[in-house]
């Protein structure tokens, strides 16, 4: 008679369990019903991870559509009022300083003339020029706040307004949509000044004694945003 007895699971072919005691497998089978029920929890822990992220971002799109047509609904009357006005808009220090308050005016511009108002926009300089200045070892002087400019900073001055404010300001604006041209006062006799009492004083520092914007009808007329430096000669 043949004795009952446990036999080894064996197989001509590998097993992914080995010569393991039959009693054993429901364990493993346990051991991988719970493996797959954390993988599927993991699972909906990410889905619904990924489906609360995408609900805060719509939640922030719906209320930053919202503030939008808030801002837009406060603005309108202003607009209405000024469209097709000429509008100068006067960009210098501390505000030159921040590239983020530099990119709002900038951002702010394109829209006014988007909506209509023809925008004139005039610019200072002062913290690139006395950052040039500073490399070049000049030390900056000031009387009641009104630069003391000889000859050489008036070089300086003149390559900075002009050329590397100028010319930095038109490029933003074409880039944020709109379409910008850069003068100086020296163009087309857009500004004319005369010494100032405090000359002796400040060197070439003067007052203006007239504007001529025929330069700058065409300009305007034809939808381009004139950027003028604040730099001529007396």
């Known amino acids: 008679m043949l004795a009952s007895q446990r ?25 991988s019903l719970m493996r797959n029920s954390k993988h599927r929890t993991r699972n909906l822990r990410l889905r619904f991870s990924i489906h609360s992220s995408a609900a805060q971002e719509v939640e922030k799109s ?36 921040s590239d983020t308050l530099q990119a709002s005016v900038i951002a702010d511009v394109v829209l006014l003339s988007c909506v ?21 070892d000049i030390k900056p002087n000031f009387v009641d706040g009104l630069r003391v400019t000889d ?41 004319t000044a005369r010494s100032s ?10 007052d203006i004694a007239s504007v001529d914007p025929s330069i700058l009808r065409p300009l305007i007329n034809n939808n381009y945003i004139p950027v003028i430096a604040s730099w001529t000669i007396l």
């Open 7 to 31: 036999l080894p699971l064996t197989s001509s072919k590998p097993s992914i369990f080995g010569n393991l005691d039959s009693a054993q497998i429901p364990s493993l089978q346990r051991m």
């Open 62 to 97: 719906s209320k930053s559509g919202k503030d939008h047509v808030e801002i837009l609904s406060e603005a309108l009357p202003f607009i209405q009022k000024f469209r097709g006005k000429t509008i100068v808009v006067k960009y210098g220090g501390a505000a030159m300083k």
């Open 116 to 136: 209509g108002l023809r925008i004139v926009f005039v610019h200072g300089g002062g913290p690139d020029i006395n950052q040039l200045l500073q490399q070049l």
């Open 151 to 191: 000859q050489s900073t008036m070089e300086i001055v003149s390559m900075v307004l002009a050329g590397k404010v100028n010319k930095r300001l038109v490029s933003l604006i074409n880039k944020a949509g709109a379409t910008a041209v850069g003068v100086c006062g020296i163009d087309g006799r857009l500004f």
């Open 197 to 206: 009492a405090k000359s002796p004083q400040l060197g070439f520092v003067g």
